[in-house]
């Protein structure tokens, strides 16, 4: 019971603190489990010396939710395993708001995941009015659902429509007062320090309470699906779910949907039965573990100070090498952050470069860095930070130290080797023109994109950064000099603009590109082709740029693939594409799982669509090894 401390005050209110001592932050794991098993025992066998429970905690957020160490290694084969874990913990949970006397809980800090699933068990939560905490349940950004209860208790606290939309489907990460207008907590307080005094207070005051649900006549709010309001509503929510996925494989938010609407017409042990069951389908799932790698290890990894320490203060001057729209966006960027712009062509003033063209040769000064911002500036939340073979370690960690105002997550490449998140940019846009050059209905390619799970359909992103970028493919160069769209900024593009507004894909591309051109010959490949052709040759240009000595680090490949360049976010990064390989719905079957699936679909479209899609060695060589990629330094 040490991750629980107990203290019970002359009134009867037993005050119950979370922290963990192994652990920086609590977590809903075995040792939690076991001290909570402990805890409810010791409430029962004292309840009639119990006024009421407090549940606080010592750390700085009140609780971080699931082990997302044990969950990134979950199997298929232990699935009955994490159905045992997960339905003790809605056990426990259950005998706490069933204890019979008030539970409070008292949210001093964050209470994400499985944290807000702890305090939606208790009958009245109050939270400090503190903006920089964060209340919801995010798990869908991480390929789950909330397997504690969340799911089920939202919608009986909250409906099923508020439920979905404010809480669920997209994870949203509340600041105490919309939590407060949502109805995730009851009450806010000014400090910390109140908070407990305000629980004592409820407690005396509420002594009979009961959950909602657990309440004579209780009724869900807003109804159950058979009731003819919501009936009438609810064929739109899979509807408009279909189109905010546009055929991606994320399943998160199709599970959350199926076990919200199953879950309200069934009695609570029931609902909470087909929540797990969701869960553990997607906990042992691959993409699971390859969102929680890419944004629960990966992530943070990159946004820390990578262990370097310097005694000089972060960068104070930059310069911003070239002109135009996109120098002009970055300087208004880092000015805003409060940092002092040169807008000249030289390192000679600055600490750090910025250039817009990553043709350019990085810096090969000892005290400054190349940073490089992908474009469209407004969509890549990414800096590439280049060090050159001269940088050293306090520039490179003062460079570091000033990326982090302008909430962009920063990834270290190595100079001389061109850009990254350029290089798996042109591959990508080079099999999008071929696909036109072979006859590819332009639609088509939108629609392949779409369903890869992209950010921005490739037509799309093409237009927001400009065609002119990347003239060297004959597609682009006819584009602009000969039909003169050059995208977005210049009124007429891939797409069709009326007073900056994307209008429909330019007619013309059928008859100059499409299969309007290649009408003796129309393209007759499968969706799944397109959709792989893209993401397969950004993936081998990962590792081409992994195998160049480019990268630092394989989480720095993957991140700066998803935040950089707009890669699908289910795979977890373009490498982590090759080492956690599966067949997904859109593929042909028969493939095994990682790179040897990889290898072996990679060769299928060589077969189909040319060389440039053979496996390289270096993924040759993990398909017959059974690794992964594993390149971890700065």
């Not at 603190?17 to 066998?45: C, H, I, K, Q, W």
């Not at 997550?409 to 072979?438: H, K, N, Q, W, Y």
Request: glycine share 12%; aromatic share 6%; net charge negative.
């Amino acid at each position: 019971m040490n991750a629980i401390r107990w203290q019970q005050d002359p009134d009867g209110v037993v005050v119950l603190t979370f922290d963990d001592p192994s652990r920086s932050a609590n977590t809903v794991d075995d040792t939690y489990a076991t001290a909570m098993e402990g805890v409810l025992d010791r409430l029962e066998a004292a309840r009639d010396r119990i006024s009421g429970v407090v549940l606080t905690s010592g750390k700085r957020t009140f609780f971080a939710g699931a082990d997302l160490d044990r969950l990134v290694r979950a199997i298929p084969a232990q699935a009955d395993e994490i159905m045992v874990s997960v339905t003790r913990v809605k056990t426990q949970l259950r005998r706490l708001e069933t204890f019979g006397r008030p539970i409070v809980a008292a949210l001093g800090g964050s209470a994400l995941g499985g944290g807000l699933e702890i305090a939606l068990a208790c009958h009245h939560r109050i939270a400090v009015a503190d903006p920089a905490i964060e209340i919801g349940l995010p798990e869908v950004t991480l390929g789950l659902l909330p397997g504690g209860g969340g799911v089920v208790r939202t919608v009986r606290l909250l409906g099923l429509s508020t439920a979905l939309t404010e809480v669920l489907l997209r994870g949203q990460r509340h600041r105490p007062a919309r939590a407060l207008e949502i109805g995730l907590v009851h009450e806010l307080v000014g400090t910390r320090d109140d908070l407990v005094p305000r629980a004592r207070d409820w407690i005396a005051a509420n002594p009979d309470v009961t959950q909602p649900w657990d309440s004579t006549g209780y009724r869900v709010p807003g109804g159950t699906p058979s009731s003819p309001a919501l009936a009438a509503v609810l064929p739109t929510f899979p509807a408009t779910l279909r189109a905010q996925l546009k055929g991606a494989p994320y399943p998160a938010p199709r599970h959350i949907l199926a076990a919200a609407v199953e879950g309200a017409q069934v009695d609570l042990d029931t609902a909470f039965t087909i929540e797990s069951r969701y869960f553990v389908d997607l906990a042992c799932g691959q993409i699971s573990k390859n969102m929680i790698q890419a944004f629960f290890v990966d992530l943070p990894a990159a946004r820390s100070d990578r262990g370097l320490v310097t005694d000089r203060p972060p960068t104070g001057r930059i310069a911003v090498r070239g002109t135009g729209t996109t120098a002009a966006a970055i300087t208004g960027l880092l000015t805003t952050a409060g940092i002092d712009v040169v807008l000249k062509d030289g390192p000679d003033e600055a600490d750090a470069v910025v250039n817009t063209s990553s043709d350019r040769v990085p810096t090969a000064t000892e005290d400054t860095v190349e940073l490089r911002f992908p474009p469209p500036l407004a969509r890549m939340p990414l800096v590439e930070v280049v060090r050159g073979e001269a940088t050293s370690d306090g520039a490179l960690a003062r460079a570091l130290a000033t990326i982090r105002p302008l909430r962009r997550t920063p990834i270290v490449v190595t100079g001389g080797r061109g850009s990254f998140t350029g290089r798996l940019l042109r591959a990508r846009i080079a099999e999008g023109m071929a696909m036109l050059t072979d006859g590819v209905a332009p639609a088509s390619v939108e629609q392949a994109s779409g369903q890869a799970g992209y950010s921005l359909p490739l037509l799309v992103l093409l237009d927001e950064i400009g065609l002119a970028r990347h003239r060297a493919d004959d597609v682009l160069e006819r584009m602009t000099e000969e039909f003169g769209r050059t995208g977005r900024a210049g009124g007429a593009g891939f797409y069709d603009y009326a007073d900056d507004v994307r209008g429909r894909l330019w007619p013309g591309l059928e008859e100059h590109f499409g299969q309007g051109r290649r009408a003796d010959v129309p393209f007759t490949g499968p969706l799944a082709d397109l959709i792989e052709r893209l993401l397969v040759s950004e993936a081998i240009e990962a590792v081409r740029c992994l195998t160049d000595g480019l990268l630092t680090s394989v989480g720095d490949a993957n991140l700066g693939s998803i935040l950089g360049t707009g890669y699908p976010g289910w795979t977890g990064g373009a490498l982590q594409y090759v080492t956690g390989y599966q067949a997904m719905g859109y593929q042909t079957t028969g493939y095994p799982s990682g790179p040897a699936g990889f290898a072996a679909r990679a060769r299928e479209l060589a077969e189909r669509y040319g060389e440039r899609f053979a496996p390289p060695p270096a993924v040759v060589a993990l398909a017959e090894s059974g690794g992964g990629f594993t390149l971890r330094s700065t």
